[in-house]
Each structure stands twice: as structure tokens, then as C-alpha cells.
């Protein structure tokens, strides 16, 4: 049976970065350990999300790896300006991003023998890959491109959405109902909701607009096909396109699909859409467990 400390390590995470950003000090992400009960693993996997999320949308998918596979434990991470990791100066890059994630193991966090990331979160994983950690053995990237492209896609509009919507709400259904009303599906929109926090004014959004914005706006310019066609030495790209979703097809699947030549960069197609985490996490479970170095 496998544990997770998340609610308490989230809590105790996000004090700790508030406390050292009132200090002067550098700020440190929020994360959150996922183990199987009992075990002390000897590997790791750093899992991030993509926009308007958090590490917790990642938490069913990294009990059931840990349970199966308990040598490893997973480190769900929420990325700057997301979440409780909250305190971080601009520019909010994919880059910044990264190292962000870099200076996770200098301050006590367990080193990552894999990382993977969701949509925005799959170009973090990239960037991090460019940086070569010498503990680094596989990246995985779901569903998401290498590619720099124009802005577009669910985040991006969902970013419109929300930039149309008032800063204070008096209750997240009031807030779910206006998403609702401006198309966004009922299921999404009640997804959003827990990114709502409340005090004696109403609700506000927990993360920050303007930073993912600045996050978006990078992911879409920056480019990673070098890590993908030929990765560090030593490391494996994954790249899982989820069949019912747009983000990765066409020309860069092709060209995902030529680089697999290399034999280290590998395509995995699932059914499911965007959020595949959520539509299919037993596909993304096999994955993981069946692809991921063994002791």
C-alpha cells in the first residue's frame, strides 16, 4: 500500500519559501514526496504540471507507480508562481523554471534519476534535460511539443477566459458557473475551481496570472527539438501523444517520429485528450512502470 504525505508537506513547503523570500532569501519550490509505505527508494522521478496546475494532479499517477515499482519514489513538484511555490522574481521562463527544479536537490530534495512534465511542465523537463544532471536517465514528456509555434491551444485560451473573469469571487461555484458560461466545460471548470483560495473578501486565484502568462508566452517561443533529436548522453526522451489531442501531431510528430532513429528518444501514443493524466492514467501508469530503469 502506498502513502501520501501531501496535504502536511505542501503546508510545511509553502511556509518555509514565504518565510525565505520575507528574508531575503532565494525561494524554494513547494513540493511534495510520494512513496510506497515502508520503502526506501533508490530512484527518483520529478513530476511537474502544466498551466493553472499543481504537483497534487499528479498524485494518483505516482501512487500507483510507487506501489508497483517501490525502488522508485516520486517528487511532486508545483513550478513557480503555481500552487504554494509562490515568491519568485521574473522573468518567468522556461528556463527560470528549470532551474528552479535544478536547485531542488542542492537544498536536501532527493536527486532525479527521471523527470517528467505535462504540457507547459514538458518543456521544464526539457530545459532541465539541456542542463545535463549527471543523475539524469530519462525525460518524459506528456503531451506536449518541442517546437516553438504561435500562441494557441487550451491554456492559452483559458488564459483569455480568466482575464475576462473578476478577480474576486464570493464562492468557487459562482466562479465554475462563469467559466461554464463562457464555454469552458463544466468538468474543467469545477478543475479550476480548486485553484481558488478564499479569506473574509471572497475567493482569489492561488497562482499567478501575470507570471503564466510570461510562462506561456516563452514555452510557445522557445524551442527544444535539440534535446529531443539528440539527447545528453546517457539520457532517454519519452514523448507521450495522447491520440485524441492536437498539441502533438502533424509535422512534429513526424519529425518526433524521425528522431526516434537515435534510439534514444522513444513516441508513445495513448488514448485520451489533453489531460490524459486524468482521461487515462492507466496507459501513463504501464508507461512509467514498464520504461523505467530498473535497480
Same mark, same amino acid.
Given at each position: ?5 501531501? $496535504? ?55 501512487? !500507483?507507480?510507487? !506501489?508497483?515499482? *517501490? ?17 519568485? *522574481? ?9 532551474? /528552479? ?27 532541465? $534535460? ?39 469571487? *464570493? ?14 466545460? !463544466? ?35 522557445? /524551442? ?39 534510439? !534514444? ?31
Amino acid at each position: 500500500m502506498a502513502f501520501l504525505h501531501l $496535504a502536511l508537506a505542501s503546508v510545511a513547503i509553502c511556509a518555509l519559501a514565504l518565510a525565505s523570500v520575507e528574508d531575503g532569501l532565494e525561494p524554494k519550490l513547494a513540493t511534495a514526496i510520494v512513496q510506497a509505505e515502508g520503502a526506501s527508494p533508490s530512484r527518483w522521478i520529478y513530476m511537474m504540471h502544466g498551466s493553472f496546475g499543481a504537483g497534487r494532479n499528479w498524485s494518483s499517477v505516482a501512487r !500507483r507507480l510507487v !506501489r508497483d515499482r *517501490p525502488e522508485w519514489g516520486a517528487l511532486l513538484i508545483d513550478l513557480r508562481q503555481h500552487g504554494a511555490s509562490r515568491g519568485f *522574481p521574473a522573468p518567468h521562463t522556461m528556463a527560470a523554471a528549470a532551474e /528552479d527544479v535544478a536547485r531542488l536537490a542542492d537544498a536536501g530534495e532527493p536527486e532525479p534519476a527521471a523527470v517528467l512534465g505535462h504540457s507547459l511542465g514538458g518543456k521544464v523537463a526539457l530545459a532541465f $534535460a539541456r542542463m545535463e544532471a549527471p543523475s539524469l536517465e530519462q525525460v518524459w514528456v506528456v503531451d506536449s511539443t518541442p517546437a516553438a509555434r504561435q500562441p494557441g491551444g487550451s491554456a492559452w485560451g483559458m488564459l483569455g477566459v480568466i482575464r475576462s473573469l473578476p478577480d474576486v469571487f *464570493p464562492d468557487r461555484d459562482s466562479m465554475t458557473d462563469q467559466l461554464v458560461s463562457r464555454g469552458v466545460e !463544466r468538468p474543467v471548470a469545477q478543475w479550476m475551481a480548486t485553484n481558488l483560495e478564499g479569506d473574509e473578501n471572497g475567493y482569489r486565484w492561488r497562482f499567478d496570472v501575470e507570471a503564466i502568462e510570461q510562462m506561456l508566452v516563452d514555452f510557445f517561443e522557445t /524551442d527544444f527539438w535539440s534535446v529531443v533529436e539528440d539527447p545528453p548522453t546517457n539520457v532517454q526522451v519519452h514523448l507521450v501523444k495522447a491520440e485524441e489531442s492536437s498539441v502533438l501531431s502533424g509535422d512534429d510528430l513526424e519529425r518526433a517520429e524521425r528522431a526516434t532513429k537515435s534510439g !534514444r528518444t522513444f513516441v508513445h501514443r495513448v488514448s485520451g485528450g489533453h489531460w490524459v493524466n486524468a482521461d487515462n492514467p492507466e496507459a501513463l501508469h504501464d508507461l512509467l512502470a514498464g520504461k523505467l530503469p530498473s535497480t
